[in-house]
C-alpha cells in the first residue's frame, strides 16, 4: 500500500516562509513525477508545481520565483519551500505522486496540509 504524508503546513504571516514536506512509502518501484496541487475555499484545485523525473520542472504563474519545489530521490521525498507568501496563498496543499507499482503506472495523493497566510 502506498501512502504519501504530508507536514509542514500551518498559520504564516504575509512575507513569511513555509517549507511543506511529502514522505512517500510503499512498494514502489519508480518515480514519474512529484508535485503539489493546491484547494482554496470555493476554488477547484489547481497544480502549484511539479517535477518529473528527467523532465521540466513546471511552476504556475502565480508562484514562479516565490515557490522552489525540490526531491530526494533517495528518501522518495517532495519539498515545496514558499517565500513571500501571500493571502492569496491560502489553501489546502496536497502532495501528488505519479509512480510506478507492480500494477503499472498510478497517481496517489497526500491528505493535505492547511497553509494560512493572514496577518
Known amino acids: 500500500q502506498v501512502q504519501l504524508v504530508e507536514s509542514g503546513g500551518g498559520l504564516v504571516q504575509p512575507g513569511g516562509s513555509l517549507r511543506l514536506s511529502c514522505i512517500t512509502s510503499g512498494n514502489i518501484r519508480d518515480i514519474n513525477a512529484m508535485g503539489w496541487y493546491r484547494q482554496a475555499p470555493g476554488k477547484q484545485r489547481e497544480l502549484v508545481a511539479d517535477?518529473?523525473?528527467?523532465?521540466?520542472?513546471y511552476y504556475a504563474d502565480s508562484v514562479k520565483g516565490r515557490f522552489i519545489i525540490s526531491r530526494d530521490n533517495a528518501k522518495n521525498t517532495v519539498h515545496l519551500q514558499m517565500n513571500s507568501l501571500k493571502p492569496e496563498d491560502t489553501a489546502v496543499y496536497y502532495c501528488?505522486?505519479?509512480?510506478?507499482?507492480?500494477?503499472?503506472?498510478?497517481?496517489?495523493w497526500g491528505q493535505g496540509t492547511q497553509v494560512t497566510v493572514s496577518s
Open positions: 517535477m518529473p523525473s528527467g523532465g521540466i520542472t
Open positions: 501528488s505522486a505519479n509512480l510506478w507499482v507492480a500494477g503499472g503506472l498510478r497517481d496517489y
